[in-house]
């Protein structure tokens, strides 16, 4: 099997992006929404960033405040007995990130070589996005691109949905699934007549963070939610699982680029294929990843052995899957769709 990184990986670091403003510096770009808009690749980048901070006794955190509808920042002191997590600061009865988030578009003729937007191109504006937007997936129906996207705030994780025809003016259409929800990915048209997407429920006390899909009429009401696909025990996806890029149809079914991770947060990738006229119905699924980290960008940094895909450019045969290494780049990677299937096992003892 054919795996083929691109040469000159990862093709978008943090000295590609300009901070979205003096005060704040990158520490991450990763986990880009991705379509082919007329000749050109489009990336949705999650850039990821933080206050600049010269006093390490405080922790300096950056959200959105709708009452003024601007990113402020506020000061936390630090307990010196306390061992903090790189991405969260639990500080008092109030959670925090430790980075905000926002989108920021990337063009490209050949798939390799972006030129990156100066500025935002997607930033937070509600309280729902308080914490930043983050892993926007593109599905393209009928002309219209569908972005949605996590939103995170101390309300919890919900998805959110907008849309654009033209990469520049965005219209945001409201949540589409409620707290706490992530990893959607639409299917790039109607089946039977309805929408179909694939989620991923999170925080149950009894559940597991495993594969769901459900329907929708219009895009923005979502029923008929059906458990799609678990975990596999001691396996390279037995501790969570969840939707990657958007599925792309073939003669053979719907191709899903799916994540899992183990329960030390190793995420490699795999391949789910699903029936073309019932997407609930998994019809094989890979035993071993299709991807995992290997290369030293993947391996390390600020979230080290990751691998996480929310989108790829299916062309006939060949396939560009555009993914977040180690929470901190952007790599791409070049797929032929007849490797991809042999990665795959027909079977149904695995859904």
């Known amino acids: 099997m054919a795996i083929i990184r691109y040469k000159n990986n990862p093709i978008i670091t943090m000295k590609d992006i300009k901070p979205s403003r003096e005060d704040f510096e990158v520490i991450g770009v990763f986990n880009p929404g991705v379509a082919k808009f007329k000749d050109e690749y489009i990336l949705l980048l999650r850039v990821a960033e933080r206050p600049v901070n010269n006093d390490p006794s405080y922790h300096r955190v950056g959200y959105y405040d ?6 402020v920042i506020e000061e936390l002191k630090k307990d010196k007995n306390k061992l903090y997590d790189p991405r969260v600061v639990n500080h008092a009865d109030k959670s925090y990130l430790t980075s905000v988030s926002h989108f920021r578009a990337a063009r490209s003729k050949d798939g390799y070589n972006f030129t990156i937007d100066d500025k935002p191109t997607i930033s937070p504006t509600n309280i729902y996005e308080s914490y930043g937007i983050e892993d926007a997936r593109i599905t393209e129906i009928d002309g219209i691109y569908y972005i949605n996207y996590s ?13 654009t025809n033209d990469f520049i003016s965005f219209k945001r259409e409201g949540i589409i699934f409620c707290p706490d929800n992530k990893d959607v990915a639409i299917f790039p048209e109607k089946i039977d007549g309805k929408y179909y997407a694939l989620h991923r429920p999170s925080s ?36 969570r699982i969840g939707a990657g890029a958007v599925p792309f149809k073939t003669q053979y079914g719907w191709v899903e680029i799916y ?14 294929l699903l029936d073309l006229k019932k997407p609930w119905v998994v019809i094989a699924r890979s035993e071993v990843p299709l991807i995992k ?33 180690a929470d901190e780049s952007v790599a791409c990677i070049d797929l032929n769709l007849s490797d991809v299937l042999e990665n795959i096992v027909i079977t149904q003892k695995v859904t």
């Open 66 to 71: 709708e009452g003024i509808n601007s990113i």
């Open 259 to 272: 994540h899992g991770a183990t329960a030390d947060d190793r995420y490699c990738l795999g391949i789910m």
């Open 204 to 239: 149950s006390s009894f559940g597991k963070p495993e594969m769901w899909i459900a329907e929708s009429p219009d895009l923005m009401c979502w029923g008929n939610h059906r458990h799609l696909a678990g975990l596999m025990e001691d396996s390279w996806d037995s501790g």
């Open 293 to 325: 980290p290997e290369a030293s960008y993947e391996k390390n940094g600020f979230l080290g052995n990751v691998i996480f895909a929310c989108g790829a450019v299916a062309e006939g045969e060949n396939i560009k899957l555009y993914y977040g290494a």
């Open 151 to 163: 939103s995170a705030s101390c309300l919890g994780i919900t998805t959110s949905l907008a849309s």
